[in-house]
């Protein structure tokens, strides 16, 4: 079965500093990774994803991600963090159907000032 | 812009009372999920309708039921809500399944409360 986990339950970043979010999963096929924000009271917007191909990848809000295979890993990266960045962050695997995503246990981002 | 639209945000209902869920989609995608997400926890699929092919989880309880009568529109339907029933429940779409056809797209959720 597929797994992902999320080890760091909360991180603490400074405003302007960069930021690294760790992410590992289990699966037994091609994974097509995700990392997905909440907000507080809200639902999930699409950060940036990964199918095939490079194995950096950009999304919004000027976050990206690398894929490592042989770590099986896809850490969530961003140079330098706004306040507004603060919120819950979701790493999620599926395979290659209509399958649901399995999601990580989530990290909740704290930027200080 | 094309989107998914949970309603209502905020559900309040009774112990045993029967409650409805509705997401709509604007994105004309074939597949429709329904998460649940309780408090600090990750989102849990309760089931997905691919096209009308409705495909439940299997340890999802039988008091959740969901209806797609059309693209557009996907309910969930609670049947008796039991205080462990309180969560926010996450609808999404994703255009086809198969490679980067299944990215999915949530809403913004409703958060139910059952007193």
């Known amino acids: 079965a597929q797994s992902v986990t999320q080890p760091d339950i909360h991180i603490t970043v400074s405003e302007g500093a960069s930021l690294e979010l760790r992410c590992n999963y289990s699966?037994?096929?091609?994974?097509?990774l995700f990392w997905y924000v909440q907000s507080p009271g809200q639902g999930l917007q699409l950060l940036l994803k990964y199918f095939s191909g490079d194995t950096l990848v950009q999304g919004i809000k000027g976050f990206e991600a690398e894929f490592k295979r042989s770590q099986s890993s896809f850490n969530l990266r961003k140079p330098s963090v706004h306040w507004s960045d603060a919120a819950e962050y979701f790493c999620a695997v599926t395979g290659g159907g209509a399958d649901g995503l399995t999601f990580g246990k989530g990290t909740h981002l704290i930027i200080q000032p | 812009d094309a989107m998914v639209i949970q309603n209502p945000r905020y559900q309040v209902t009774q112990f045993g009372k029967p409650v409805t869920l509705s997401c709509s989609q604007t994105?004309?995608?074939?597949?429709m999920y329904w998460y649940q997400q309780k408090s600090s926890q990750a989102p849990k699929l309760l089931f997905h309708?691919?096209?009308?092919?409705?495909?439940n989880e299997a340890d999802t309880p039988d008091n959740f039921q969901s209806r797609r009568p059309n693209t557009s529109f996907c309910f969930l339907d609670i049947r008796s809500p039991g205080l462990g029933d309180a969560a926010m429940y996450l609808c999404?779409?994703?255009?086809?399944?198969?490679?980067?056809?299944?990215?999915?797209?949530f809403g913004p959720g409703t958060r139910l409360t059952v007193l």
């Open positions: 699966y037994g096929a091609t994974p097509y």
């Open positions: 309708y691919y096209d009308k092919d409705f495909n």
């Open positions: 994105l004309n995608h074939n597949v």
């Open positions: 999404a779409t994703s255009r086809d399944r198969g490679g980067h056809t299944n990215t999915q797209y």
